[in-house]
């Protein structure tokens, strides 16, 4: 990873705060200008104070966050490095990089590479620390610039406060004046409207007194001095009281001149009490906006507190994954410890390879020469025993010769017979000699054939070697292309747990919409067999209803045809009547006697025609409601044709339904089914992830000692011990004794002189404060109780902030508890499962899981490895304790120094040393053979002092 990625994490930090409510209501509440130019009330100290707070918790909560992502993205980078590694040893598999030094140089090479990534990694290290000490130093002055901004706006807010407190307590004083002076007008009036109604009282009563005088008057006309007396006094009083009455007419106008200037007054009273209600309403809206402003920066705040705890949840939740981490990364220690092992028995393999390889390559030519050395010894061998055998087959041609030219004279001499027998004998000496020489052949032979056998298996030792070097590298190339695939497979395997996840999503929602659709089709089924009860039901009802009509249209039809039928028998009779009444008028001359007769005939016929027409009528009617009730019935049927049939398309739409949701059902189980392969599939599918895991995981601790490496190395390379041109002398002199001493005495007198300062202002400040005492303990005094009252508010509130808070942080903890234990209940079922699945699968006869087969195969392949390995070192401690170790060894039998050649006539055997050619050493002659030896010269001898003889040229043969 590169110095410059951590600015990332940066960035988003910044965008955070950015977009962070609380920090917009701080830096607003920390403007005082936009604040007072908006007019929207500044919120108080203690929330301010409060938002602070939860704004540095959330920016800590952040910083750790981000703290979190910084090493998230080096693990990234660090299994980024390993895949670019894998990648490269493909790349070297793929160009045929199969030397073992080769292999060795990329190892290094990539040893390089590890400790150059973990330079760039230590390097983006150090940035981010670097950067995480910036945001802090950002945080600390941004805090201090709110706390200062919180104390200018305080100040610069006090002031108007004071005053608007004044001009309150100034409008409340007023109010409670005008008050007073209302009440006592408001009493005047009241006892003035009372001696009012006093004054109207009496005149009444003067009224009723002189209507009683002036009836007395009237009456009193016997008296009228006495009268005229008493009406002059009525009428003094009576003036008298007019005048009473006119001054109360005057004290009342001016009470009531003085009750309108007190009520002109009330209402100027009234009218400022209402400007002063106005502007405490104003003073209450101007409060309630701040309130509400302060509400909204508390609800900012405790959103900020609420987005803090799930950071704190969500840190919680990364503290187990790192838990969690920290147990996959000991196993993957404990599976690259294991790995490790594995490659260093693969690296003893290769050395020993490479040093039997060695060997052998220093012993081929030793071999190649002898081998070369006996062919050609053969070969010459070979050519001598040709040699001697046409000698032989020559010295029997003519012996031969010689035996039948004596067999022909037969003139033997007995010396010419003993010629004869030594002839023999040195023929059959020769014969013996050549078998002899033929067996020494075979044996070089044999001896060759040993020796090349022992060359050809050491040539195929050597490309044995050779071939499980080759097999150990192509084990490696196979391991390097098995950790890509193993890697591959997990991105797949994650791939297809995802896609098990939504399958099973898929499926669940599937399966509700399943459940909810057999519901529906359900009630639709329930409803439908309910509508065709009841139209069943009512059919039937109207079946008997339209039976009915139609029975009592089928009387009322019968009723109509017997009308008729009296209609027709009447019609019948008048047209008889009307014949008999035409044949009374043609006789009617001649049977006058029988006129009455007929007159009362036609009389009693006009009367049957009467009531024929007055049946006819009835019948007329009769069919008239007949056909009326019948059209009333067909209408009726049809209605009832009309429901009928809106039921059977009901019927028909119902099945329809109830045939689509059987659709949908078999659809549904189909992809149930599909589903269920698919899950199937897919854990069939599966590969083994926890070996995958180690694998990743011994590659990763591969790295992690890599980086180890580097560090030390970059640590060696960093010191500047080695290098001198990467440090320097400083320039300048070490100061003397007598320098530091004045340079001492200096700074004394400067701390004399700031301390001298800082007590001058520590005095200034005592006095300062000793004048502001009684000013704030007036200040003290003069607080109105609705400020106590908002602060025991303001606690109050904070109280219920902090309960709020630890609720939500237990019921945050609560749900993180409830969701691991949800977590853990279901890794126990499926534990469960898989226990249930591998004990019935052991009981059924088969392997527990999937993958038990492959891994006993290679525990077993393991263990044979391991064994030939322990074999091979025991072989090698062998052969280093007898000293064998390094040194050319050989396989030969031993040769023999001399040949033992059949036994002669006296019955001794007879030893014959190597060919000069093939003589390594001398033998060791017994004494017998010595002896033989010197009287078989003897004889010789003595055999060729005879003349004539041809002997000599046989013995010079035979010495040749």
């Known amino acids: 990873m590169a110095a410059g990625e951590p600015d990332a994490p940066a960035g988003e930090l910044e965008a955070l705060l950015e977009r962070d409510e609380a920090a917009r ?50 693990r990234v980078a660090q299994l980024l490095g390993q895949l ?110 009372a001696q009012l109604e006093t004054l109207q009282l009496e005149i009444e009563h003067l009224r009723s007194a002189l209507d009683e005088e002036r009836d007395a008057a009237s009456k009193a006309d016997s008296a009228p001095g006495r009268a005229r007396q008493a009406a002059d006094a009525a009428v003094a009083a009576l003036r008298a009281l007019r005048e009473e009455e006119a001054e109360v007419a005057a004290q009342l106008r001016t009470w009531e001149a003085a009750e309108a200037v007190s009520a002109q007054e009330t209402k100027e009273v009234v009218q400022q009490h209402a400007a002063a209600v106005k502007a405490c309403d104003k003073l209450r809206n101007q409060i309630a906006v701040r309130e509400r402003a302060a509400d909204e920066v508390s609800r900012d705040i405790e959103m900020a507190l609420v987005e803090a705890e799930r ?22 220690g404990e599976a690259v410890r294991s790995e490790q092992r594995g490659r260093e028995v693969c690296q003893r393999r290769l050395n020993r390879a490479e040093l039997e390889a060695r060997q052998l390559a220093g012993e081929l030519p030793g071999l190649q020469a002898a081998v070369s050395s006996l062919a050609a010894a053969l070969t010459g061998e070979q050519k001598a025993a040709e040699r001697e055998a046409a000698e032989a087959a020559r010295l029997q041609g003519e012996v031969a010769g010689m035996v039948e030219q004596i067999a022909a004279e037969k003139k033997l001499t007995s010396v010419q017979e003993a010629l004869v027998a030594a002839s023999l004998a040195d023929v059959r000496q020769l014969e013996e000699d050549t078998a002899a020489l033929r ?54 395997v994650r791939g297809a747990h995802r896609d098990l996840r939504d399958l099973c999503s898929l499926m669940g929602g599937q399966m509700g919409r399943f459940r909810s659709l057999l519901e529906y089709a359900g009630r639709s089924a329930e409803d439908l067999r309910d509508r065709l009860r009841a139209a069943e039901e009512e059919l039937a009802s109207l079946k008997q209803a339209a039976d009915a009509r139609a029975s009592e249209a089928r009387g009322a039809e019968r009723t109509r045809a017997a009308a008729q039928a009296d209609k027709a028998l009447l019609a019948a009779q008048l047209a008889t009547q009307r014949r008999k009444a035409a044949a009374a008028a043609e006789v009617v001359d001649t049977a006058a006697i029988e006129r009455g007769l007929l007159q009362r005939g036609a009389e009693e016929a006009q009367e049957a025609v009467t009531r024929l027409a007055a049946s006819k ?64 599939a897919t854990h069939k599918t599966a590969p083994d992830v926890v070996a995958y895991d180690r694998q990743i995981a011994s590659l990763k601790a591969e790295v992690l000692r890599a980086r180890k490496e580097a560090e030390t190395f970059g640590a060696a390379l960093e010191s500047p011990k080695d290098c001198p041109d990467r440090w320097r002398v400083l320039p300048g002199k070490i100061p003397v004794k007598e320098d530091l001493s004045a340079r001492i005495g200096q700074i004394e007198e400067r701390l004399a002189a700031r301390r001298d300062l800082a007590a001058q202002k520590d005095s200034v400040l005592e006095e300062l404060e000793r004048l502001t005492e009684g000013l704030v303990a007036q ?49 126990r079922d499926a534990l469960k499962s898989e226990l249930a699945a591998a004990k019935a699968a052991v009981a059924a006869g088969r392997p527990p899981t999937a993958g038990t087969d492959q891994e006993f195969e290679r525990m077993e392949r393991d263990r044979v490895a391991e064994a030939e390995v322990r074999a091979q070192a025991a072989e090698l401690r062998q052969l280093k304790a007898a000293g064998l170790l390094g040194a050319a060894r050989s396989t030969v039998t031993p040769r023999p120094l001399a040949y033992t050649a059949p036994p002669g006539e006296d019955g001794e055997l007879v030893y014959k040393p190597f060919p000069a050619a093939f003589k390594p050493v001398k033998a060791a002659e017994p004494p017998v053979a010595v002896a033989l030896a010197a009287a078989r010269r003897g004889q010789r001898d003595a055999a060729v002092a005879v003349p004539g003889s041809p002997v000599p040229l046989l013995a010079g043969t035979a010495s040749a």
């Open 25 to 74: 209501a701080l830096e607003e509440a920390a403007r005082p200008l936009s604040a007072a130019a908006a007019g929207t009330p500044p919120p108080p100290p203690e929330r301010l104070e409060h938002a602070r707070a939860a704004y540095g918790a959330l920016q800590r909560a952040a910083l750790r966050a981000v703290a979190d992502l910084a090493a998230l993205q080096a």
């Open 84 to 193: 670019g590694a894998l990648e490269a040893q493909r790349t070297a598999a793929e160009h045929g990089f199969s030397d073992p030094l080769q292999l060795l140089d990329k190892f290094r090479e990539d040893r390089d590479e590890a400790q150059r990534q973990a330079v760039a990694a230590a390097d983006a290290e150090e940035a981010a620390q670097q950067q995480a000490t910036a945001l802090q130093q950002r945080l600390a002055l941004l805090s201090g610039k709110l706390s200062e901004v919180e104390e200018e706006r305080r100040a610069e807010l006090a002031p108007s406060i004071r005053a608007a407190r004044d001009d309150v307590a100034l409008l409340r004083s007023q109010l409670e004046a005008e008050g007073a002076k209302a009440a006592v007008a408001r009493s005047q009036v009241s006892s003035l409207a």
């Open 311 to 332: 950071l704190l949840a969500e840190q919680v939740a990364w503290d187990m994954e790192v838990e969690k981490k920290k147990g996959d990364a000991k196993r993957e």
């Open 439 to 492: 067996v020494a052949a075979v044996e070089r032979d044999t001896a060759i054939r040993g020796t090349m056998s022992q060359r050809d298996a050491a040539v195929r030792f050597l490309n044995q070697r050779l071939q499980r070097l080759a097999e150990v590298i192509s084990k490696a190339e196979a391991k390097d292309g098995e950790l890509e695939e193993l890697e591959k497979k997990k991105g797949e």
């Open 617 to 680: 009528a009835s019948a007329a009617g009769a069919k008239a409601s007949a056909q009326a009730g019948l059209l009333e019935r067909d209408e009726e049927l049809c209605g009832l044709y009309e429901r009928s049939a809106a039921l059977q398309q009901d019927i028909v739409t119902g099945t329809l339904a109830l045939q689509q949701c059987d659709d949908d059902m078999r659809v549904l189980q189909l992809e149930v089914g599909e589903l269920q392969r698919r899950l199937h």
């Open 779 to 827: 200040a003290r005094a003069s607080h109105d109780p609705a400020f106590d009252i908002t602060l025991r508010m303001n606690e109050a509130r904070r109280q219920q902030a902090a309960v709020t808070r630890r609720m939500m942080a237990t019921v945050s903890e609560l749900s993180l508890y409830q969701a691991l234990s949800l977590k853990f209940s279901a890794d």
